[in-house]
T-cell receptor, first 115, second 111 residues
């Protein structure tokens, strides 16, 4: 298993600004993922962040809007750039531990409101 | 990844058994079936995973018929704290890093 923390837990931001969300894991993991969950909706994968390589973005998400860093095996950041009200969502990071099955472990999420 | 279909919502009462059926007609040979639970204001939590027949753990049971085109998550004797959204996912475990979440089933347990 893995214990994941995220900072901040929530924030209210003005449109046009950027917010960087941090994800910290209590163990070394190869694969980290960033998801978005809009109010009342299911989760949508934004990108996969592997240490030592560029993040891989899903259709509809681009690096300029959601730059990701993965400096080591326990940490990652997601930046939401040039925010608009449509970016108001919960952003979650998750990890898959090595040697495990299909299960992933999720952080508590960062609730972002853009005004 | 195989598409899944599950009921949007279900109501139940404390002490009852809740069964949530998920359809995955296009499941591939290498695909596993996995269920996640999400409480309000929390990230999803892995519940159970299976390939065929029946799997049981301390939280739930997963029933998978021989054709694997559907699966049923069974929650025994639910309590109010089991109120959550339950997601059924299907994917290749070997390549299963990408989780594709469907709509999920919102289960409301009433007193």
């Amino acid at each position: 298993s893995a214990v994941i923390s995220q900072k901040p837990s929530r924030d209210i931001c003005q449109r046009g600004t950027s917010l960087t969300i941090q994800c910290q894991v209590d163990s070394q993991v190869t694969m980290m993922f960033w998801y978005r969950q809009q109010p009342g909706q299911s989760l949508t994968l934004i990108a996969t962040a592997n240490q030592g390589s560029e993040a891989t973005y899903e259709s509809g998400f681009v690096i300029d809007k959601f730059p990701i860093s993965r400096p080591n095996l326990t940490f990652s950041t997601l930046t939401v750039s040039n925010m608009s009200p449509e970016d108001s969502s919960i952003y979650l990071c998750s990890v898959r531990t090595s040697g495990g099955g299909y299960e992933q472990y999720f952080g508590p999420g960062t609730r972002l409101t853009v005004t | 990844l195989a598409k899944t279909t599950q009921p949007i919502s279900m109501d139940s009462y404390e002490g009852q058994e809740v069964n949530i059926t998920c359809s995955h007609n296009n499941i591939a040979t290498n695909d596993y079936i996995t269920w996640y639970q999400q409480f309000p204001s929390q990230g999803p939590r892995f519940i159970i995973q299976g390939y065929k027949t029946k799997v049981t753990n301390e939280v739930a049971s997963l029933f998978i018929p021989a054709d694997r085109k559907s699966s049923t998550l069974s929650l025994p004797r639910v309590s109010l704290s089991d109120t959550a959204v339950y997601y059924c996912l299907v994917g290749d475990r070997a390549a299963g890093n990408k989780l594709t979440f469907g709509g999920g089933t919102r289960v409301l347990v009433k007193p």
